[in-house]
């Protein structure tokens, strides 16, 4: 078996480098670690509406980059840190997902940045 790393490199905050990858793909199993709604480096403010759609904007990208796409994505993990923005956040969701919507869990955690979401996904597709 091979393993791939993507992204292991400076891309937190003020350019750190952080302790993980952003995607670790093996024998066609892509895992995509939890994404923020972060641009060059730091947390964007505003409500889960915009948070959301710039989290999963990371998502896709990080997708890409490995050669995969929301179509071969089967579950998603979703952190809210205020459980009063579900509805908002799927209305988003749905808007990306609602054509291939994978297995999901949602839960309500304090998260570790300032910001409203994480989302992490596991994608696959057949090996070459």
């Given at each position: 078996m091979t393993i791939k790393r993507y992204g292991a490199e400076k891309s937190g905050a003020g350019g750190q480098n952080l302790p993980f990858a952003?995607?670790?793909?093996?024998?066609?199993?892509?895992?995509?670690?939890?994404?923020?709604?972060?641009?060059?480096?730091?947390?964007?403010?505003g409500g889960i509406v915009e948070q959301t759609h710039l989290?999963?904007?990371?998502?896709?990208?990080?997708?890409?980059?490995a050669g995969y796409g929301l179509e071969h994505v089967v579950r998603v993990g979703v952190w809210l840190d205020d459980p009063r923005d579900f509805w908002?956040?799927?209305?988003?969701?749905?808007?990306?997902?609602?054509?291939?919507?994978?297995?999901?869990?949602?839960?309500?955690?304090?998260?570790?940045?300032?910001?409203k979401v994480e989302i992490d996904c596991i994608a696959y597709k057949k090996p070459d």
């Open positions: 952003r995607a670790v793909e093996a024998d066609g199993w892509l895992h995509v670690s939890g994404q923020v709604p972060m641009k060059d480096g730091e947390i964007v403010g989290t999963i904007k990371n998502v896709i990208s990080i997708l890409e980059e908002s956040f799927n209305g988003v969701y749905k808007d990306y997902f609602g054509e291939h919507p994978p297995a999901r869990a949602c839960v309500q955690a304090t998260m570790m940045v300032d910001c």
